[in-house]
């Protein structure tokens, strides 16, 4: 695929044409769509409660999808109850973690594309879950779809990106959420909706898309090569397009200003924008 696997591991900090030919390839490929109900935010204090499975891909459709009530067998506090729904007395009755997760191999093996919307939470908490199991579980960067910043690049202006906020903005046909298997089913409708329009768009719309993307300073500065506090300054020197983060307040950086900006060091055109 198109970068260093390493240097794939902060999407969001590598160039408009490196991620175009990433998501062109990711398009293309099988899904293994993900989501998991937890007893808290953590992996390594808390645990899966609830997780559901999806193979999908654009050519085939969604194929199959298994999902699982598993017993912590720790309290699960009552504010996830109330987000969830799902109580001790569902959960109690279900198989433990050292049932669940082994049956779970075979549908996470492979060398599809692990999709999540927030990926990294559900990725760590089953990295953590197989660990105390002592089973690696592993997938290179390049090998990972995180639908969160897939609707960064293409939904920039949205106010929330939120999947139940996605399912409304798309009309989709979820009754429920905050429950693995609907918000399994829910990410698959929003990859299938937004690798579509990565498959039928042109190289030239696509970077334009890609360019009102709002990134961290912390990714600009990457993309520039220097530290935070050298690339504010840059960036507000050359004026491009800033606002703070809604719920923290941290400056935020139009990518097309940055990779122009990019660009203009290196002596060099932006391609396509």
Known sequence: MVAHAAKFQGQSALLSSELLSYYRQVSA????????????????????????????????GLEHQESYLINPKVKIPEYITKITGITPEMVYPSPPPEEIWPKCQPLLAGDR????????????FLRTEYKRLGIRFYKPPLQKLCTVILSRMLLADLPSRSLPNLIKH??????????????????????????????????????????????????????????????????????????LSFKRKLPMYRRWGVEQFYYTQQGQQMSLL
């Open 29 to 60: 490929a099988p899904l293994t769509v993900v989501d998991v109900e937890t007893t808290g935010a953590l992996g390594h204090n808390a645990r899966v409660i609830e997780v559901s499975i999806l193979h999908a891909s654009l050519a085939t």
């Open 113 to 124: 594309v692990f999709t999540a919307h927030n990926l990294d939470f559900d990725y760590s």
């Open 170 to 243: 798309f009309n989709f046909d979820i009754s429920t959420s905050h429950r693995a298997e609907a918000d399994t089913k829910a990410c698959w409708l929003l990859a299938e909706t937004l690798l579509t329009q990565i498959q039928h768009e042109d190289d030239e719309t696509l970077l334009k898309r890609f360019g009102q993307q709002w990134i961290r300073l912390q990714d600009a500065a990457k993309i520039l090569n220097c530290r935070k506090e050298d690339a504010q300054q840059k960036l507000e020197i050359a004026q491009v397009e800033s606002r």
